[in-house]
């Protein structure tokens, strides 16, 4: 490995949440001192010969790298997803007998739940992240890792097993007072009560899905234009400042670029100055010209008609000017 190939190893950098780069191995690693970062390329990177090209051309591949290895991981993801998801839907067919775990697996937690049902439709990438199938009985889906398929014997007599032993009728308890029945009246509300609950909370959960995922593609849409936006700046600064070349604005450039596009607007503006005049006075004489003919044949109504015609066409110049100036 080269000299300078283990210079820029070691002197690496990271960008400032506001813009900018600052040196890794220069900017002191202090929370209290961190107002004064080293600007990169750092001083020792310029001693050998570091360009502001050459460190923006190492910025602009680090960033497409990072977001072609970021692409790259996505979309092995969502195939490997999907063989899974093809593999199930090949193999087991809706209506299939399984244990389903709704939240841990038995490994994990011994309380877990389990759900000795059928699966209800076929198995599908939820949002480009998870493997999910729905069941009977349970209204959102569940990760195919949660998801045990088994034959229908097993099924069945888990199924018997699990039911609870019908109590045995006395004539004692035959008749229930009316306390109890009052008391199970309640707790039938109380029940009807909690299931509406729980459905508000299951349509608020898809709700809050869906808005989640409008807002990941919302950002991972920012991140790719916050990026290119930052590849413009880069090329601006190297248009504005290049290296070994002459600066195309009076100063130095900072971490924004606001002053110096201030700047050659004003410069712009004062370069068209002079044809702008010009083409006023143009007008001006035009309409000087045309009053003094209306004078000359007495026609007064008509060089006063011209003459508030060219104080409008005044009054418009100066607020042009004015706009120029803000």
């Keep these: 490995m080269s000299d300078r190939t283990e ?41 050998a010969g570091v360009t502001d090209d050459e460190a923006r051309a190492l910025i602009v591949a680090h960033r497409e790298k990072v977001a072609a290895e ?23 067919p809706v209506g299939t007998p399984v244990f389903a775990y709704p939240g841990c697996r038995p490994e994990d937690d011994r309380k877990a739940t389990r759900l000795v049902t059928r699966t209800r439709s076929k198995a599908t990438v939820l949002s480009g992240h998870t493997d999910v199938v729905w069941v009977d009985g349970h209204r959102a889906c569940i990760a195919l890792t949660h998801v045990d398929p088994v034959s229908e014997d097993v099924w069945e007599g888990t199924r018997e097993a699990e039911k609870p032993a019908e109590p045995k009728a006395s004539p004692a308890s035959a008749r229930l007072s009316p306390e109890r029945e009052a008391e199970i009246a309640e707790l039938r509300a109380r029940v ?18 869906e808005q989640i995922t409008k807002l990941v593609a919302q950002r991972e849409r920012r991140r790719a234009r916050l990026v290119a936006l930052q590849n413009d700046a880069l090329n601006m600064r190297g248009s504005l400042a290049p290296a070994g070349g002459q600066r195309k604005v009076p100063f130095e450039l900072g971490e924004t670029l606001t002053p110096a596009v201030d700047w050659l607007i004003a410069r712009v503006a004062e370069l068209e100055r002079p044809a702008i005049e010009a083409k006023r006075n143009e007008i001006r004489s035009s ?9 000359e ?7 006063f008609e011209v003459e508030c015609r060219l104080r409008d066409r005044e009054e418009q110049w100066k607020r042009e000017d004015e706009e120029r100036v803000r």
Excluded: M, S
Aim: net charge negative.
């Design 7 to 47: 210079l820029f190893k070691l002197h690496d950098w990271d960008e400032l949440l506001f813009g900018g780069f600052y040196c890794l191995h220069c900017t002191p690693d202090d929370e209290d001192n961190f107002d004064e970062p080293i600007a990169w390329p750092c001083p020792p990177l310029r001693e």
């Design 70 to 92: 970021h692409q790259a991981k996505k979309a092995a993801d969502l195939a490997e997803l999907q063989c899974r998801v093809d593999a199930f839907n090949a193999r087991y």
């Design 192 to 209: 009807a009560e909690l299931e509406v609950g729980r459905e508000k909370l299951l349509r608020w959960h898809r709700e809050d899905h």
């Design 287 to 295: 309409y000087t010209e045309i009053i003094a003919e209306a004078r």
């Design 297 to 303: 044949t007495r026609d007064y109504e008509g060089a």
